[in-house]
């Protein structure tokens, strides 16, 4: 499965979009447009982005969390070394260490990724400002060809603007997206 990103100049243009996808298949599941007018989506039934694709939320707990790790290791070396509390520490304590200090860190993190927008939405963030609507289409394997002919055909205004096959990965980045169909009508592969 791929994430297939489309811009779109409007939010009727992202409606007639989404009407289109339903038609070839895609599900509301699969498909999520990311707009600053939120009142707008709601009002024409489009299926709006979550928090987890507009935010920094699982990069940054991640990112916390292991941080938060390498301290609980830090954190247990050092209650071993100095034994603050005596010589017969049981293990359970240099594991809760551990637990904490992750535990916390991804938190953190999270707190962080909660504040910050999502990383790969940062080159479209103009895009967005500027009234855009951004669509995520997730197309499973089978559906891409069919996705990507049906976008080209009746939807022109739309552009592809990147491909992420690696959309369950928050550390990967999108590839920009090249001529959509090849000769035949084949997808390109990125």
């Known amino acids: 499965m791929k994430c297939l990103y489309y811009t779109a100049p409007t939010l009727d243009s992202a409606r007639c979009i989404s009407d289109d996808l339903r038609g070839v298949g895609v599900q509301d599941f699969f498909l999520h447009v990311i707009a600053r ?8 039934h489009i299926p709006a982005g979550n928090y ?6 699982v990069r940054d707990g991640l990112i916390g969390s292991a941080i938060g790790f390498g301290a609980g290791l830090i954190g247990a070396a050092l209650l071993k070394v100095f034994a603050p509390f005596g010589p017969h520490i049981p293990n359970i304590v240099y594991f809760a260490t551990v ?11 999270g707190l962080t990724g909660i504040a910050s927008e999502n990383k790969k939405l940062a080159k479209f963030h103009d895009d967005l400002e500027a009234g855009r609507c951004l669509l ?15 976008m080209h055909a009746r939807h022109p205004e739309a552009q592809l603007a990147a491909v992420d096959r690696h959309f369950i990965n928050p550390f990967s980045s999108l590839t920009p997206a090249q001529s959509p169909l090849l000769e035949g009508g084949l997808t390109q592969e990125h």
């Open 37 to 44: 007018d939120a009142a707008g989506l709601q009002q024409r």
């Open 52 to 57: 987890l694709e507009t935010l920094d939320l």
């Open 99 to 109: 637990a904490a200090a992750t535990l916390f860190g991804a938190w953190e993190g």
């Open 136 to 150: 995520l289409v997730y197309a499973l394997q089978e559906q891409e060809s069919t996705v990507l002919r049906m």
